[in-house]
């Protein structure tokens, strides 16, 4: 059974900094494009970053480059986003997935996680 475990979300004044972690089970970890996806209320679910299994290349959405940043560890099978100098905007839902097609995209993703909520407050 394939398992994405969030956790790290929480409240933080703007300016502020978090650490998301995603830890991963039942799958072949090291082989899948591991990356980001937040959703706000009202709005529909957006790329935030991506980190391929091959070349270890990241991508980032332009709203959040220079202040999130994606690692992956595929000895513990987990993928983290630091995030720094958030914004009252960065209030979302974060979701980790699995096997998301390179790019800026949610799409093709096989696997999610089940969100953890950012707050950030003004």
């Known amino acids: 059974q394939v398992q994405l475990v969030e956790s790290g979300g929480g409240l933080v004044q703007a300016g502020g900094s978090l650490r998301l972690s995603c830890a991963v089970s039942?799958?072949?970890?090291?082989?899948?494009?591991m990356g980001w996806c937040r959703q706000a209320p009202g709005k529909e679910r957006e790329f935030v970053a991506i980190f391929t299994w091959t070349g270890g290349r990241t991508n980032y959405a332009d709203s959040v480059k220079g202040r999130f940043t994606i690692s992956r560890d595929n000895a513990k099978n987990t993928v983290n986003l630091q995030m720094s100098s958030l914004k009252p905007e960065d209030t979302a839902v974060y979701y980790c997935a699995a096997g998301l097609a390179y790019g800026s995209t949610c799409n093709g993703a096989n696997y999610w996680g089940q969100g953890t909520q950012v707050t950030v407050s003004s």
């Open positions: 039942g799958l072949a970890f090291s082989s899948y494009n």
